[in-house]
């Protein structure tokens, strides 16, 4: 599985610390179930509110991470 170059610092330190096989299971292993996800064709999207990320998968790699606003009023 390959990884998208525009990863960032966050998960060059996950694929380190947990290697690149498996990119769900590693991320679900450091932030548990997601709160929600969201399909689109062969995108689907994980989102974990407390962290305030959300992971973006096609097919077996890893898109993009992006950062959530999340509004608590």
């Known amino acids: ?3 998208r170059s525009n990863r960032g610092s966050f998960f060059d330190s996950v694929i ?3 290697g690149s ?6 991320v679900a ?7 929600d996800t969201f399909h689109l064709g062969e995108l689907e999207t994980w989102y974990y509110y407390e962290a305030q990320r959300g992971f973006v998968f096609k097919n077996d790699e890893l898109e993009r991470v992006v950062p959530l606003r ?4």
């Open 1 to 3: 599985m390959a990884l």
């Open 16 to 18: 380190a610390r947990f």
């Open 21 to 26: 096989a498996n990119i769900r299971s590693k």
């Open 29 to 35: 292993k450091i932030y548990g179930r997601p709160d």
């Open 70 to 73: 999340v509004n608590r009023s």
